[in-house]
């Protein structure tokens, strides 16, 4: 079954399966409208621990990262499940792709395997690439955008950077606004995406390799400076409600 939460548009559920099975259901009776194999169909295998994305829904497609030689993140027409263009050379990692204004402009910015990626929504075009290698393909949490930039962070001892995307013709270049990375990082969310809360990252910072101990951290967004922490706080995940 799905790793990952499923994308409901109008009448109708996607879902996306630890093997890589991409269906589509009807919302009100589970009643199949249509099942693709995207491993199969670009040609990967599945991930070490499960295909684990949430499927992205815009404008009529359905996207998902797969990792396959054919393509690393891939787009499904929303009706017939057709797909309409593959991007990407990449392992596909755990992480959910995610549609983001930044550089100027609205991107799908996916972070998996070996990098973060930026795509085009509609023709599936290659705007950036940023390497980011981590042990056993582990790039979990989703991607944000901050003031146009784009937030990144991973466990396993990694950390946080934040993304400065500069457009150069059809294409962007990458600097970094600020990093912290390594086993002093101020901030490694595993798998727990942080919130951006007035200008304040919010995370769960995680010591060592998927290790137990993991630390509630504030961080400036723009500076990366760490504001305080509550050590040794566990494992989850934070929403935010009414400025809490």
Known sequence: ??????AIHG?????????????????????IVWSK??????GGKPAEYGMACSPLYDNGLV????????????????????RKWATGNNPAGYSSPTLLNVGGQNQIVAF???AAL???????????????ETNFDCNIATPIAVDGNVFLSCGENHGSVMLALKQKGEKFDIGEVWQSQGTKSVLRNE?????????????????????????????DAK???????????????????EGK
């Open 112 to 114: 998996v395997g070996n």
């Open 63 to 82: 996207i998902v990262t797969v990792g396959g030689t054919a393509g690393t993140v891939a787009a499904y027409d929303a009706q017939t499940g057709k």
């Open 223 to 241: 500076t990366g400076k760490r504001m305080w922490q509550q050590p040794r706080w566990g494992k989850g995940n934070l929403i935010a409600a």
């Open 118 to 132: 930026g795509i085009q929504p509609e023709s599936g075009a290659l705007l950036w690439q940023y390497p980011y």
């Open 11 to 31: 009448d109708t559920v996607y879902a996306f399966t630890g093997e890589g099975i991409l269906v589509a259901v009807k919302l009100d009776t589970g009643k």
């Open 191 to 219: 798998w727990q995406t942080s919130i951006l809360l007035d200008g304040y990252l919010y995370g769960l910072d995680n010591v060592g390799g998927a290790g137990p101990v993991t630390h509630l951290t504030c961080i």
């Open 1 to 6: 079954g799905p790793r990952g939460t499923p």
């Open 37 to 42: 194999d995207t491993v199969k169909d670009l």
